[in-house]
């Protein structure tokens, strides 16, 4: 069974569609992202998951509970969205403490996740008087109270230091190896996506446009080289006759936008110094989840 299962999911807003056949799988003990571009659906996605938003048709199991049954999930589902959703008026300790009372089988206490988060010194605090990134860090303390077999996280890195962010992502990793804890990061920060989801899921206009593992993706993307020679045309006489070099662009300040998939930048610069081209400038560009991004959502839009 899948962490989160969706299917055929629709929705409009009048005659507004604003997801489009959407179907997502989450497999349990795995870190996934969502990514999208303002008002591709990310976030009515996720309220529909959650069963904040109606919609018009498809089918969502999360921990196989349908969206109106997931108080039966009994803490195993924890949400945390972007704007803070703690009591403003109390403490953190309070705020934690309660969660504890909430929680039908709590496996740690209030100090225990206040030192996981680095918000011990903050204990007394009321929530109202926390900076943007510690509210973010005390709504994830009170998520993990319990053992949650699921969290769903809406702009986790938004408000966080760089100290924060390097926080989040060990704690996010450490749930995962050690817990089986499956992720679900709707989140704008691809780098920070890269370096810790197995998942990539891109939203473009309602629908998904690819999702797969990122190690796949990736090696779908080419690796590119932007080349600068004095010796422009016999440059392009050497491409032209190598079929594992393609001549992607050629821009005003005679830059060469190369693809080279089959063979590497030092086999492509003794090639052209063999033939005694000078190589003044070789920028190696390597495939990325953001240019994997802008590569999908562009061609998407056309």
């Not at 604003?18 to 008002?39: P, T, Y």
Request: aromatic letters at 4%; glycine letters at 6%.
């Amino acid at each position: 069974m899948h962490a989160l299962s969706v299917t055929g999911l629709n929705k409009s807003y009048g005659s507004f569609e604003v997801i489009k056949d959407l179907n997502l799988q989450i497999e349990r003990g795995s870190i996934h992202g969502l990514v999208g571009l303002n008002g591709s659906g990310k976030t009515t996605t996720i309220e529909c998951i959650l069963g904040l938003q109606a919609f018009n048709a498809g089918e969502i199991r999360v921990l196989g509970h349908t969206p109106d049954q997931l108080h039966q999930a009994r803490g195993k589902l924890v949400a945390i969205f972007d704007s803070a959703s703690l009591h403003p008026n109390l403490s953190v300790r309070q705020c934690l403490n309660q969660a504890r009372l909430l929680c039908e089988k709590p496996v740690r206490c209030a100090t225990e996740v206040e030192q996981l988060l680095g918000i011990a010194r903050f204990s007394n605090f009321k929530i109202k008087h926390l900076s943007l990134g510690n509210k973010r860090r005390a709504s994830i303390a009170h998520a993990l109270i319990g053992q949650p077999e699921i969290i769903v996280l809406d702009e986790p890195f938004n408000g966080l230091d760089a100290e924060g962010v390097d926080d989040v992502l060990q704690l996010i990793t450490t749930l995962n190896k050690e817990e089986g804890t499956a992720f679900l990061l709707s989140s704008h920060q691809l780098p920070y996506l890269e370096q810790i989801c197995s998942h990539i899921a891109i939203l473009h206009k309602g629908s998904i446009a690819v999702s797969d593992t990122v190690a796949s993706l990736l090696a779908q993307s080419s690796t590119t080289v932007l080349l600068k020679t004095g010796c422009i045309e016999q440059a392009l006489a050497v491409i032209e006759q190598t079929d594992k070099v393609k001549l992607l662009s050629r821009d005003e300040a005679d830059y060469l936008q190369l693809s080279i998939d089959e063979i590497d930048s030092a086999t492509l610069n003794r090639l052209l110094v063999e033939q005694q081209i000078p190589v003044s400038e070789m920028i190696l560009k390597r495939a990325s989840l953001a240019s994997l991004f802008r590569e999908i959502t562009s061609e998407a839009a056309t």
